[in-house]
């Protein structure tokens, strides 16, 4: 893993989560997978082997441009702008 430049940018401490599952998959009526957490608001949308892949979706629409996973016993994190773990 190495540091990207984006994640200097994160607020500290980072975000709370404003929900505890992906309210744009609840809002469609389907189901996901795993769940992110957008560093940048706190937002939750789902991951890309989701049907909505709302967490991309939300960086596309917000440019915040980490992640990280918000399952249980996971940490890594995702940088959307680099392509790469961070």
């Known amino acids: 893993m190495s540091e990207c430049l984006h994640v200097a940018e994160i607020p500290r401490p980072e975000p709370a989560p404003l929900t505890e599952t992906c309210l ?6 389907t189901h996901p997978v795993q769940l992110r957490l957008c560093l940048g608001c706190g937002h939750v949308g789902c991951c890309d082997s989701s049907p909505g892949r709302h967490a991309t979706g939300h960086f ?3 440019g915040h441009p ?8 996971e940490a890594w994190r995702w940088c959307f702008v680099d392509g790469s773990i961070v």
């Open 60 to 62: 596309s629409t917000t």
């Open 24 to 29: 744009e998959c609840l809002s469609d009526g």
């Open 66 to 73: 980490v992640m990280r996973t918000f399952e249980p016993g």
